[in-house]
């Protein structure tokens, strides 16, 4: 299509759009920009994007969409078609554009969104295997990357931007995949990026404090969460079906007042839960749990996640099953949901870097965990006590150029769980590790241990044991972790989780904690 008929179709009015190039895709990069290719300049704090403008006709971008008169005459010197749209229309517009340009994707797939503060991985991850198990073609989309069937990648975002999100869904679509569950983030929903995609079914997991840094207050946190159950619906043509937790104060709430369908761990007494929980044996490794709906059990599974926290996660993806069964026709009928969900429950897989242990033959438990916000951390920890013989040995940080808000919290809710507590740095970005840390053992009801922290003087404990110990290197925090480590402890390393890296500056740098927790043994 032309840009003009591109234009028309999505409904978008340009201040003015100039040439007739055919637009077959769009990119925000110029690196990717081919034949055919509609480049965007995305308005941006850190850089003018027109300055890419050439670099993309270079590599055969026919078409520009600018938010600049520069910009504008720029394409139009090089031959390019170009269309100038006002910066603040780009977050109404550009997903109207994708979602033509693309050839609505998300429409010939099932999609499943989870959002929440707390277990939006484990979630989605648990729903693609279940679905996986019932001989779907299903892909993941989120913190762990874009999986399809036998490949993966990286993203840079858990949710990506508009234009890549409909590329990616595109090219899922012309690999035959049927259903995609994906992470949709606060940022996301507030940004517009996931406007446009057609859900079938979204799940809620819960809402706690994170990303104030963003959103400004917790009432803006949530109305982006919300986003996903009230307005998305309303850009589709499919029978969406969305799940909130009713354990969560705010699940509950929307509940309430949008009549949504809910799940939770079953209250004693209480039979008004769509999707009901109980767990029956939790351990480190697995989990044995009952489901059932309205207070009727109808389902037993054992799954081969541990701690009580995977609970949660468990029931959120039996949810997000139990909702695209309502919205859809996937499903087989020659058994009843719940059991069905529940033979697919004992085929998932362990998430990479949630509640993953690092075996071991020194007789000490070894979790790396993604947690890094207080209440993640909380949920952590309390999973770990009742399976601990010996003692909680903590290690954490808190990335840079985040909510600074949450940095004393955590140290709070780690100290208050853990008999020993190891503050460390997380991904610092552009912010000084030392700081970081500073106003993390703010949060430290006690003594805390600087002495391994160069220039900084040790502490007059007056013969009182510290309560927390600064060492800013996260592989010498881990090393000291596991060093002090008897049998029967368990070293919990908190933070980073799946991540293989740390971010200085703008740069990643190999680190995985996996590796580090291994290294740390071999001269244990």
Known sequence: MTIHELFRQSGVEAAKIEGDADVSTMTMDSRRAKPGAMFVCMPS?????NAFIGPAHEKGASSVLTFSAEGFQEARRLGMSAALLPED?????????????????????KVIGVTGTNGKTTTAW??????????VKA?????????LPGEERELNNTTPFAIELNELLAEAQAKGVEAIAMEVSSHALAEKRVDGIE????????????????????????????????????QSSKQFVGMVNADDPVGQAWAERYNLPTFGILPEGTEFYSLNGTPLEVTVDHIRMEIGSLGQADGTFTAPLGGSYNVENLLSASAGLLALRESTDIFPRSQTVLSLIASLAEQVRPVPGRFEAVRNDAGIGILVDYAHTPDAVEKLLDAVR????????????CGGDRDRTKRPKMAKAASERSDVTVITSDNPRTEDPVAIVEEVAAG???????????????????????RATVIVDRGEAIAYAIRVAKPGDVVVIAGKGHENYQII??????MDDRELAREALASY
Not at 100 to 106: I, L, Q, T
Not at 139 to 147: H, N, R, S
Not at 446 to 464: F, K, L, Q
Not at 505 to 510: A, M, S, T
């Open 444 to 466: 430290i009801d006690g003594i805390v241990d600087w002495s391994h922290v160069p220039g900084r003087a040790a502490e007059d404990t007056h013969g009182r044991a510290a």
């Open 386 to 397: 009742p399976l601990t013989k010996g003692r909680i040995i903590t290690v954490f940080g």
């Open 139 to 147: 892909a993941y989309l989120g913190t762990l990357g874009f999986q």
């Open 126 to 135: 648990l729903i693609r295997d279940m679905l996986k198990a019932l001989g």
């Open 199 to 234: 859900f079938d079914a979204a799940v809620f997991t819960n809402l706690t404090q994170d990303h104030l840094d963003f959103h400004g207050s917790m009432e803006e946190y949530e109305a982006a969460k919300l986003r996903l159950f009230t307005e998305l619906p309303k």
């Open 505 to 510: 500056g703008r740069v990643k740098h190999p």
């Open 45 to 49: 704090k850190n850089s003018d994007s």
């Open 89 to 109: 229309m780009y977050q109404d517009s550009l997903w109207k554009l994708c979602k033509v340009a693309f050839g609505n994707p998300s429409a010939s797939m």
